[in-house]
């Protein structure tokens, strides 16, 4: 693999903008990652930035080209405490017969416990003995300097960028590491990372530790969030896209380093009329508990109850899906409520075309909420929780409703007031259609342009402002 990236350094050009970020299309994890991709390959951006991302399933590091843009992919290294191995060769390990895998596991604790042994061995205990609700990550606050960030500097000195774009909170804190004194950050917040120590990003404290692990499990998640916060520090300028985000950054950052900026486009969608009978409700989302699908599966016999002919269309995969599956079955909802699984391109088009209404049940403070412009962009209205960044894509009585927070019987009021009014809902769709035209890619891209040129120039703490 070291003469593989040897091979594809000599060959990469210079330029302008190196684009740092976890993932990147194909390999998405969500909203995220598109809309990064939708901006970059427009002509403006696409023709001097390079993305640099780190995928697990890549075995090898690889050049590709995604719809014009040039991203170089490097294997995802693992989790602590096998951060010195790649995700591929973890996964290889894990085939292994007869448990083998344990003993590269043993040499990478060995190896760990070697280099530093009070801090390692409260880690090792932190990570394994204790649990406690929202999680804890230890990979950033035991191993920087790791695999990723010694890939970047020898990317940033053949590349020679005027300027490091990093896209969301692993990302910042790779790049911070990697680049030399002098070369300019821009930082984008995409979620809740920089704000909570809670892996599961809730803003909300953890219950109070309730024995020594979880005392020496919060020490480390505090720890890891100051690590974290330090490398955003590191940013000459911090952007942010909705003005929930805007909010919590600039509790942490100077003002003059925060500045929101749409940096969600949302590609045009198709005009298509409602279906002419029933009433479908599409959501569509990852399958998590802060996403809300199982919560909506509780309240779906009160919608029947009003509305008999309503169908339930749930798009996503995630860590609930199996209780979502089971809670079908519990309420004896499987002629009403259909999953469909990952759903993306012509199939996700047909999905909105198909239904009359979107629902997001998140009742957590989503960061943005791309899905309900991508909603609008296909003219249908949407019905969420007042929270966060949908408190602010989706304008109650205009585009959508919105539900106080955690009010399901007031979701299920809202569901039915639209399953009853067809004329609200095409005027909800046409307003929320326009809406989200002021998202469209390229002048989007063009304001990202200009705030890269103002902070090579040395301007962007002017911008902020």
Known sequence: MADEFDRLLAGLPRRRVL??????????????????????????????????TFEKGASAPLRRKVEGVDALVLPAFAAWPLHRLTQAEVNRLK????????????????????EAPPERAEAFAARYLARPPGGVAMTHRTTPGGGHEQALVRIIAQVRPELIHADNARAIEVAAGAAPA??????????HRFSTPRFDQHLEPADAPQSWAETLAARFADEALAFRRDRLGRAALTLVASAHLE????????????????LTPIAPGSETPEPASGFDVLTVGTLTPKKGQRRLLDLWPQVLEAV?????????????????????????????????????????ERLFADCHV???????????????????????????????????????????????????????????????????????GAAGRERAAAFAPEPLARGLEELWDDVVAGGGARLAG
């Open 19 to 52: 684009v740092v970020s976890d993932r990147y299309p194909p390999d998405e994890g969500g909203g995220a990652e598109r809309s990064l991709h939708l901006l970059l390959r427009e002509p403006r951006l696409r023709d001097q930035a390079m993305v640099v």
């Open 95 to 114: 085939r292994r017969p007869f448990g083998l895998k344990w003993l590269a596991f043993a040499r990478q604790a060995a190896a760990e416990l070697a």
């Open 182 to 191: 002098g070369l300019p950050i821009v930082a984008v917040i995409r979620d």
């Open 247 to 262: 909010r919590l950054a600039r509790e942490l950052l100077p003002p003059a380093k925060v500045r929101r900026l749409p």
């Open 308 to 348: 008999p002919e309503a169908r339930l269309h749930i798009v996503g995969e995630g860590s609930c899906r199996r209780s979502i599956e089971d809670g079908i079955g519990q309420l004896g909802l499987q002629a009403s409520v259909q999953m469909h699984g990952r759903a993306e391109g012509e199939a996700l």
């Open 358 to 428: 979107v629902a997001l049940p998140t009742a957590w403070p989503e960061p943005f909420g791309r899905v309900a412009l991508e909603a609008g962009a296909h003219g249908r209205p949407v019905v969420a929780y007042a929270v966060g960044g949908h408190a602010e894509t989706i304008v109650h009585g205009e585009t959508g409703l919105l539900a106080p927070p955690d009010d399901g019987e007031a979701f299920v009021s809202a569901l039915t007031a639209l399953a009853r009014d067809p004329a609200l809902r095409v005027r909800l």
